[in-house]
């Protein structure tokens, strides 16, 4: 069968209790040991952290014609803006779709460095 759990109040009361008959003239408190147990682990050095190097990619802009359904109709530089919107509203006259331009960023290939022998 469980044990009943003793009040808090009352463990308190027996503490304070002892720890008087302890300190009393009459009776000698016995020296209180610490427990020897392991000690305590230093911390290691925090370690940097190592964090990889982004790659920067390189991109170029680009005007981009695009019908209602997002299908690409044309590309054009990012200095022909006029062209590209001439396509769209030349694109809208010819059929009864909606054409608006939107800007594109693509990755530039990387440049390939061939050797040349001489």
Do not use: C
């Not at 109040?9 to 427990?35: C, I, N, T, W, Y």
């Not at 370690?47 to 299908?71: D, E, H, Q, T």
């Amino acid at each position: 069968m469980a044990k009943k759990t003793r009040n808090r109040h009352e463990l308190r009361e027996q503490a304070e209790a002892a720890e008087k008959q302890d300190k009393s003239p009459g009776g000698e408190a016995a020296p209180v040991e610490k427990k020897k147990g392991k000690d305590p682990k230093k911390k290691a050095a925090a370690k940097p952290k190592r964090s990889k190097a982004k790659v920067i990619v390189r991109k170029r802009m680009l005007w981009g014609v695009f019908s209602s359904s997002m299908k690409e109709e044309g590309r054009f530089p990012y200095a022909d803006r006029e062209a590209a919107e001439a396509r769209a509203t030349d694109l809208a006259a010819r059929h009864k779709r909606t054409y608006f331009v939107q800007p594109i960023k693509e990755p530039l290939p990387d440049k390939v460095v061939e050797a040349t022998a001489k």
